[in-house]
């Protein structure tokens, strides 16, 4: 069992930076692969970056390649989201999810309904 809490959102102007991070309990944390999806109202779950077990391999949806980097402290059960170059189009509620690690070989990190746990959401709101 895998809890996940997500802090760092908050309201940011165009162009700025916000760092999410994601706190995960359980001793088995470094086991899975994490990810960060985002929702606006009205819209499906969507996929943004995510991390294999030791955080040698990521990946990122197109929209968010170059500006976000998604990193992991298996030491302290710690997931980030670092968001740079902020635009309006990225307002979302952002999660944190949990897997396991051999999806994300197999190319399911960016289906939501691959993911186990997830945690509450933080939102994230950019301003132009």
């Known amino acids: 069992q895998v809890q996940l809490v997500e802090s760092g959102g908050g309201l940011v102007q165009a162009g700025g930076s916000l760092r999410l991070s994601c706190a995960a309990s359980g001793r088995t944390f470094s086991s899975y692969a994490m990810g960060w999806f985002r929702q606006t109202p009205g819209k499906e779950r969507e996929f943004v970056a995510a991390?294999?077990?030791?955080?040698?391999?990521?990946k990122y949806t197109d929209s968010v390649k170059g500006r976000f980097t998604i990193s992991r402290d298996n030491a302290r059960n710690l997931v980030y989201l670092q968001m740079n170059s902020l635009k309006r189009e990225d307002t979302a509620v952002y999660y944190c999810?949990?897997?396991?690690?051999?999806?994300?070989?197999?190319?399911?990190?960016?289906?939501?309904?691959?993911?186990?746990?997830w945690g509450q959401g933080t939102q994230v709101t950019v301003s132009s």
């Open positions: 991390i294999n077990w030791s955080g040698g391999d990521t």
């Open positions: 999810a949990a897997g396991e690690s051999w999806k994300y070989y197999t190319g399911r990190y960016i289906d939501d309904g691959e993911y186990d746990y």
